[in-house]
């Protein structure tokens, strides 16, 4: 899925902003635009921002596939800020959490290395994975955060993840109503990162809320 916002597009030479992830930033299961990724680039937008948010994330993806498909990525888009919400995946097939951090640690070095902003999403697993796997896996991304002093998000899924009706059937992938929350929980800390344009004027324009009933 590679793909910016038609109905928010930004200029043609606005900076790019490039999400490298799975399937909870593919849209997986919802309907196309309504995930927190296309969200983003509305609030961007109007925000009063220049910038063309780059959906590079596939449902499924582990940080192996991830590292392996960033090099063009990065050579196509040159991306101001890459972010990167890869990791679930490896946990819940069991890959030795050496080889994920190891994976994630190369992303961040090469997307630094072609001149990008880095913003690392963690995320957690369910406890039945055993508590000490769990704990290691979810401190792995504020490590690695801090250690390559990237930007950080700690959940994705805070906010959603005590609600399981804000979820699909499979109980893991977050239903549409969810994504505004997801948004918010990414927004503060990609913010920071924009540069405004002469061209474009600060609108006092705010992520939109999730309520049960959206």
Known sequence: ???GTAANAASSDAPTILVVGDSLSAEYGIARGAGWVNLMQQTITQ?????????????GDTTSGGRARLAPLLARYHPAITVL????NDALRGIALDLTRSNLREMIVAARKAGSRVIVIGMRIPPNYGPDYSEQFFTMF???AKQE??????FLLAGVAEHPDWFQQ????????????????VWPTVKPLLKRTAQAPAKATHPRSPSPGA
């Open 1 to 3: 899925m590679l793909s």
């Open 47 to 59: 925000s009063g921002f220049d910038y063309n948010v780059v959906n590079a994330s596939i449902s």
């Open 85 to 88: 919400e890869l990791g679930g």
């Open 142 to 144: 504020s490590t690695l």
């Open 149 to 154: 002093k990237t930007g950080y998000v700690p």
């Open 170 to 185: 499979d109980q893991i992938h977050p239903l549409a109503k969810a994504h505004p929350q997801m948004l918010q929980n």
